[in-house]
């Protein structure tokens, strides 16, 4: 194999991979512009292997949209909407709490939680969502809120971030998700998501809230008008973040799903540039633990391949999303743990049924 490396012209890339050392820009360029995808698999692989042998994690858990009222209205996003429009929903703090009711009677670790940027919600109604799951399900791991919805709940609660973070965290948040990094860009944020905060604000927040003691999710979505020197930049960045923080769990590559935006011309990813993201991703985020393949954006066939391409995560059972599915994804809305264990065991992997913070709930050898 190490002859095939060489002809693909990754040798000097495949010795910096044995060595552990890190890889430049101008070689994350050259793996991006490669149409080799199996080398770059070869490579990738020897990562994941390396940081986390033969398992493959994922997480029974539950998505809970709160509202699609934004104020943002990003031009890749089906989901949000205005307030007076016919799809615009929100739900009552008592209608998230049946939520979490309607599943009590499955083994769920987690809630995963976002939503819109709202232009009425008060600061205590987010206090109060945290307080009624906890109520209702006291052991859950609340995954919620996004840092640009944390820069908007720090505006209501007119404190800094690191005060908002402190009150929510009290009121039973244990950890960020990963969205609304988009592409840290100026360019595309201007041409995309001009009312959203910048990249930068994005990651001084996740290194505010690992300071805190939270732990923080990263992606990245790719395949809409991005560069690919742009994505380089967005991993370089996070990379630089990890090693002043080290709070990042996971990263988790987003292909750009068009149908019900306003980008709705451009076409879907291909399978080859889904894998080749993922795979690029493990071997440029040498400080993140774990890649996810997410299986609601690329599907559970290609998600079970990433697993060979550096991927180390399926994500979980995710229970009704619903974002992804606005912008036209024709995947299931979930997938039960038996079926996700079938998929990682297929792929030649161990099947680990972890928490929110990687800690291992069972092993399905």
């Not at 967005?234 to 990890?242: D, I, T, V, Y």
Request: aromatic share 8%; hydrophobic share 40%.
């Amino acid at each position: 194999m190490e002859n095939y490396i060489n002809n693909a012209g990754f040798g000097p890339i495949l010795e910096k991979v044995n060595a552990k050392e890190r890889l430049s820009f101008d070689e994350g360029r050259q793996l991006y512009n490669s149409n080799d995808i199996l080398a770059l698999g070869y490579l990738a692989n020897i990562v994941r292997k390396r940081l986390n042998g033969d398992n493959s994690y994922f997480i029974y858990n539950q998505h809970i949209n709160y509202s699609n009222i934004c104020t943002n209205l990003c031009k890749f996003c089906a989901f949000g909407c205005e307030k007076d429009s016919d799809l615009a929903y929100e739900m009552s703090v008592e209608d998230v709490k049946q939520k979490v009711r309607d599943r009590l009677d499955e083994p769920i670790t987690e809630v995963h939680m976002v939503g819109g940027i709202h232009p009425d919600l008060p600061f205590e109604y987010y206090l109060e969502l945290l307080r009624g799951i906890k109520e209702v399900r006291p052991e859950l791991h609340i995954q919620a809120f996004t840092c640009v919805e944390i820069a908007h709940l720090a505006g209501l609660a007119d404190k800094s971030v690191e005060e908002t973070l402190k009150l929510l965290m009290d009121a039973g948040l244990g950890s960020l998700p990963g969205g609304g990094a988009e592409v840290f860009s100026p360019r595309i944020r201007e041409l995309t998501c001009e009312k959203k905060i910048s990249g930068r604000d994005w990651l001084e927040i996740s290194k505010i809230a690992h300071k805190q003691g939270l732990n923080t999710n990263a992606t990245m979505l790719y395949g809409h008008i991005e560069t690919i020197e742009e994505r380089l930049e967005h991993l370089q960045a996070l990379r630089e973040a990890q090693d002043e923080t080290n709070g990042f769990l996971a990263f988790i590559p987003l292909s750009f799903h068009p149908k019900n935006t306003a980008m709705s011309d451009l076409s879907r990813t291909t399978g080859i540039d889904d894998l080749k993201n993922v795979a690029v991703a493990r071997l440029m985020l040498d400080n993140f633990p774990h890649i996810k393949a997410y299986w609601v954006m690329i599907g559970p066939q290609m998600a079970q391949i990433a697993l060979s391409f550096g991927a180390d995560d399926m994500d979980g059972t995710v229970k009704e999303e619903v974002i992804t599915h606005m912008a036209g994804a024709e995947t299931d809305l979930a997938i039960g743990s038996t079926t996700l264990i079938r998929l990682i065991k297929e792929a030649g992997r161990v099947p680990v049924q972890r928490d929110t913070l990687y800690n291992v709930i069972e092993m399905h050898s």
